[in-house]
């Protein structure tokens, strides 16, 4: 496959990759079994769950983070089980498509495109509907640019002995995610967006409190990939040669997925988290001073999404066409309810960083004067670097 | 990762991959979407329809090959389906697992291992049970070393309008597959075998019959990843900027897999198939010629694997590792009911190459001598040199 062109990913997914985790792919083929593997794979498990924050199982699912979040809804949807479905976004209604799937009764509460997942609601409803078992919870929401108050709303399904399907696709690994502190019972992810790997592993950990309502289940766990007691099973029994599961695995990915997790352990959770706030404070800043209006407000933006809404009388494709031809920074637009209105910017991982947040703010503003408007840019540009002087990073 | 030593991998899969399709995972990474991504998306489907031999809708799962054997399952077994499955090998019982997670009532037809599925059965057992409606076989057991019969069951599942989902696995596009002249509705293999690229892609054909049968179940196809029916509704919805499906493609092994398909088109089918035959060949010649048993009568010997008797009186093992710390060649020992008693060579793809054969063929003679036997190193190499020179290829 040839590369035509390579425009720089600010996307909200798959994100650019640091050139030693792309070179690590290019390593000769490993056999994924044997005692080498196994210790591999330990390794690797070891540093995911430290991104993770968690203790709980970790699986790397050869397929995309689609799969880990189907794995979880399998998991604990039987035909008839009533489940949350919180609707904030585009990929909320792969969750929902999931759980009809499995003939789940879904409940599903809406929120405006742009808002937050309001507690409040969870909590009444849950309430008023006792018999829900699940929730599904998009963290970070790539189609809107919201970050979800995840740590408040697994308090609520936790008061309410509700098992919590959480997906940080967008943001595991850029936004602090206390797995365990929390209490999320399955937490997905990609590889392919913050933990900055070319795409094809869906990573996943599954609670204690998972697999006892796996257990307790009154009708199995259907089908055999995506079906996490088989899974464990084969991992049990096959520890000592063939530990990640029952079938083969994406070694190559693997070794790029290795070098990012160092890469991401060297920094420093900590200093990663921050540096996601502080690129995501200078680009929404800069955007606000040029005169664009952002589409999700300060309370909830998410620090790997920026969204904003196109500038009166501008065609948003042609911003993104001349950030392209001119700049090589490739950004997106929006699906559904917002398409036409809304521009994303992608800064996850090896993109939240000064250089592309202050090429990709230009360029923006470049682009819409080009087509018509009159931005400041000074301004715009000022304020992003007033951002960072006066951070403390 | 770091590799600590990389072995030769002369085993049954994952085999060797050449260093351009290595190399193509190293670039940058592209998005799964827009213009390019369509006209690459149907590039490579092209690529692979050719290898295939078929004409049928061509899919690439992100995951393994289990992931695409569960897919055809799940497409055409529902609660009490009958389906024939040939149990004559380790992964056959793979198939009866996943047949049984979705409800089919499974009806085994067992045979020894190192002997081939007989088409007879087959044609006696649909006969005795009209009710079956689907098959599963395994074209090319690696657990054995054996080729079944493909065409002839294909013929016979025809016959009694059966559906037929066919693993081949460790054969497509290194065995003669005629997908669409023989009638194999659903044919499935990984990328990491004779297709010679690291692991992490199923790719599926299925075929007109299998849409209808489908289309006409009484109950829906289960779940959401692995649904075709759901795969195609989005193909079809999103053709024009996310043509493959409805997930994240994993784009670096597209690019590794297209790279491959280049190379094996160009070289060209029938030499590659021609060029696997002899290496085949070869290496039996000589194992036989040095005194070693072959485990698979040469009628039904697969032209991928070979497998072969640990001579008496030897540990396995120790065969193993002496191939592996002095000639740096891995090959693999077998599972369950032939663990201990057999070993196995993968000679595939890449390693389907005189070079290869010769030296690995040496490499277990040295072994064997080492470890007490008194095998003739001159008549084995002898007998595989003949076997080229009197090749025509």
Not at 53 to 74: H, K, L, R, Y
Not at 87 to 109: A, N, Q, T
Not at 363 to 391: P, Q, R, V, W
Request: some cysteine; charged content about 20%; overall charge negative.
């Amino acid at each position: 496959m040839k590369i035509e062109r390579h425009n720089y990913l600010m996307i909200p997914g798959p994100t650019e990759v640091e050139p030693e985790a792309l070179l690590a792919m290019a390593q000769p083929t490993i056999p994924h079994y044997g005692d080498d593997w196994v210790r591999i794979n330990s390794r690797i498990i070891a540093k995911l769950k430290k991104v993770f924050q968690t203790e709980n199982d970790m699986f790397i699912i050869p397929g995309s983070s689609s799969a880990a979040m189907e794995a979880a809804v399998n998991a604990v949807v039987e035909p008839g089980t009533e489940v949350l479905v919180e609707l904030s976004g585009f990929l909320c209604y792969r969750f929902k498509e999931m759980v009809e799937s499995y003939e789940g009764k879904v409940v599903p509460i809406e929120f405006e495109w742009g808002e937050p997942v309001h507690p409040e609601v969870v909590r009444s409803t849950l309430s008023a509907n006792p018999s829900i078992k699940v929730m599904t919870l998009i963290h970070n929401v790539s189609s809107t640019g919201v970050t979800n108050p995840a740590r408040e709303i697994a308090q609520i399904c936790q008061e309410f002995d509700v098992i919590l399907i959480c997906d940080t696709v967008s943001s595991m690994g850029g936004i602090d995610i206390k797995t365990d502190e929390w209490g999320l019972d399955f937490c997905m992810c990609g590889n392919q967006k913050c933990m900055q790997t070319p795409p094809g592993l869906g990573l996943v950990s599954v609670s204690e409190k998972a697999w006892i309502h796996m257990e307790e289940r009154k009708t199995p766990v259907q089908g055999w990939y995506l079906n996490f007691l088989n899974l464990r099973r084969y991992c049990r029994q096959w520890s000592d040669w063939h530990p990640h599961g029952p079938v083969t695995a994406p070694t190559a990915l693997y070794a790029a997925l290795e070098v990012a997790l160092d890469h991401m352990l060297e920094e420093g959770l900590e200093n990663r988290f921050k540096r996601h706030v502080l690129n995501a404070k200078a680009l929404r800043a800069g955007l606000k001073a040029a005169g664009i209006k952002l589409f999700v407000d300060n309370r909830f933006a998410s620090n790997t999404i920026t969204t904003f809404i196109v500038p009166d009388g501008i065609d948003g494709k042609k911003i993104r066409k001349i950030l392209e031809d001119e700049f090589k920074i490739m950004i997106s637009g929006a699906p559904d309810k917002i398409a036409g209105r809304v521009l994303r910017v992608g800064h996850m991982g090896v993109t939240s960083a000064r250089s592309w947040i202050l090429a990709t703010l230009t360029g923006i503003i470049y682009a819409c004067n080009k087509l018509g408007a009159t931005l400041d840019t000074g301004k715009a540009l000022e304020a992003a670097l007033d951002t960072y002087m006066s951070s403390t990073n």
